[in-house]
């Protein structure tokens, strides 16, 4: 019997985020690079600066799944509460770690290194530092769980040190049949009879032109652990679209 791949969800924090100011991307960043190893990402949630909300999401969250990860709120400002509340959240005190305070130290050099500053080397007991090759002010992991910074340049650098700290599983794989000329209501009834027949896949349909002038379409995508298993699924769908006079190709393998 396999091991089942490992879960994660993801947890963006900051005021920002949901006012519409900044435009997330780091969900897709972290989707794609947990993929690549894969793991399974199961949920994302989205909220503000206060800590009330941040502890109830992270501890649901952290007893739910494998791995969580989190991005935003670990500057200097006073807003930047991320620490804060995941020290709260596992009932831990929130030093500064010496390694921490070594490196802002190195990166301000004298009299820079200010209170607010200091802030950034604040981390819960127990937790171990994410390496910072952009700015050097660490993320750090306590538990199952990643703190990582909101700047997507910074956030996706942390995630070289992140990847060696979890186990892996097995890659999906993932291929797409592109269908011309129809709406994806027109397949919907071809589509969900391969689903029950191939309920170790997922089948997902995208449909695209809608409201808009010219070709309309659906992207049908088949996705699953067992390349062998996913290639035979497109060629059966391949084969039923034919028979139906559907006009279909694949668009990546």
């Not at 006012?19 to 989205?46: C, H, K, M, V, Y």
């Not at 995941?86 to 009932?91: D, I, L």
């Not at 040190?161 to 186990?167: E, N, Q, T």
Request: glycine content about 12%.
């Amino acid at each position: 019997m396999s091991t089942p791949s490992p879960t994660a969800a993801v947890l963006i924090i900051g005021d920002e985020v949901l006012s519409g100011r900044t435009q997330d991307t780091n969900l897709n960043t972290i989707a794609r690079f947990l993929g690549a190893l894969g793991i399974d990402l199961l949920e994302a949630r989205t909220v503000g600066d206060r800590t009330a909300q941040i502890v109830d999401s992270l501890n649901a969250l952290r007893t739910t799944y494998d791995y969580v990860f989190t991005t935003g709120g670990i500057g200097p400002t006073h807003d930047d509460i991320t620490a804060d509340a995941v020290a709260n959240a596992f009932g831990v005190a929130l030093p500064e770690h010496p390694d921490a305070v070594a490196i802002l130290e190195k990166r301000y050099g004298p009299g820079e290194f200010n209170a607010a500053r200091r802030r950034m080397a604040r981390v819960p007991e127990g937790g171990s530092l994410i390496a910072n090759p952009v700015t050097d002010a660490p993320g750090f992991q306590i538990g199952n769980v990643f703190v990582m910074a909101g700047a997507p340049r910074i956030m996706t650098a942390m995630l070289e040190d992140v990847a060696p700290r979890l186990r892996t599983g097995a890659i999906v794989h993932a291929r797409t049949v592109q269908v011309s000329g129809v709406g994806e209501g027109t397949i919907a009834e071809m589509l969900g009879a391969a689903a029950k027949a191939n309920r170790a896949l997922s089948y997902g349909s995208y449909p695209f032109g809608h409201g808009s002038v010219g070709e309309i379409g659906t992207n049908l995508v088949i996705r699953g652990r067992d390349a062998a298993a996913v290639d035979a699924a497109v060629d059966s769908l391949m084969a039923d679209l034919a028979a139906a006079g559907i006009e279909a190709r694949v668009i990546t393998a």
